[in-house]
Antibody, heavy 121, light 111 residues
Framework: QLQLQESGPGLVKPSETLSLTCTVS??????????WGWVRQPPGKGLEWIGS???????YYNPSLKSRVTISVDTSKNQFSLKLNSVTAADTAVYYC?????????????WGQGTLVTVSS | QTVVTQEPSLTVSPGGTVTLTCASSTGAVTSAYYPNWFQQKPGQAPRALIYSTNNKHSWTPARFSGSLLGGKAALTLSGVQPEDEAEYYC???????????FGGGTKLTVL
């Protein structure tokens, strides 16, 4: 059973970089059918796709966040990561990592529990 | 940027049937949008229900079904149970430039 777990700071200062890691267990991040993604949800609001990555390094980003986002994969640690720079209070949200386990067009079938990141000084 | 629109809220009686819809600002939703549906209960991560219009995951209860209806993606719940009270989100693939776009969510109340 595939399991995902987010980790990282729960508090980030404005203008700094938000960094989160998702650790994958129960499967290999290098599996050819898997893509790996990030979704966020501001408190009391809806879901927003941030971006997705294939183990080879191919990335797909939400155009509204593309200029600030980097998603990367570390196959040696079975992890993938999210960096969002120049954060503001509007980036305060629960951040979820999730997988497309059977190809890019079957998104987010397995999810992490989510981690709340607050942007505040 | 494509806007994906869902009903903000719906109410259904236990045992009843309800259909939630998902529209695209660019026109009719087709199978090429790979419509997905997710259920989210308070304090929990979303749970995938339907992928590629009408395909169920192994854990999806039989009472949930997906379809295309009148140019929209649709999620129908038949024989609604109290535990189906939740927020439901659709997700559409809006092409390579825009990627995946979530709808704003429908709050389903079972009353």
């Amino acid at each position: 059973q595939l399991q995902l777990q987010e980790s990282g700071p729960g508090l980030v200062k404005p203008s700094e970089t938000l960094s989160l890691t998702c650790t994958v267990s129960g499967g290999s991040i290098s599996s050819t059918s898997y893509y790996w993604g990030w979704v966020r949800q501001p408190p009391g609001k809806g879901l927003e796709w941030i971006g997705s990555i294939y183990y080879s390094g191919s990335t797909y980003y939400n155009p509204s966040l593309k200029s600030r986002v980097t998603i990367s994969v570390d196959t040696s640690k079975n992890q993938f990561s999210l960096k969002l720079n120049s954060v503001t209070a509007a980036d305060t949200a629960v951040y979820y990592c999730a997988t497309h386990s059977s190809g890019y067009y079957l998104p987010f079938d397995y999810w992490g529990q989510g981690t709340l990141v607050t942007v505040s000084s | 940027q494509t806007v994906v629109t869902q009903e903000p809220s719906l109410t259904v009686s236990p045992g009843g049937t309800v259909t939630l819809t998902c529209a695209s600002s660019t026109g009719a939703v087709t199978s090429a949008y790979y419509p997905n549906w997710f259920q989210q209960k308070p304090g929990q991560a979303p749970r995938a229900l339907i992928y590629s219009t009408n395909n169920k995951h192994s854990w999806t209860p039989a009472r949930f079904s997906g379809s295309l209806l009148g140019g929209k993606a649709a999620l129908t719940l038949s024989g609604v149970q109290p535990e189906d009270e939740a927020e439901y989100y659709c997700l559409l693939y809006c092409g390579g430039a825009q990627g995946w776009v979530f709808g704003g969510g429908t709050k389903l109340t079972v009353l």
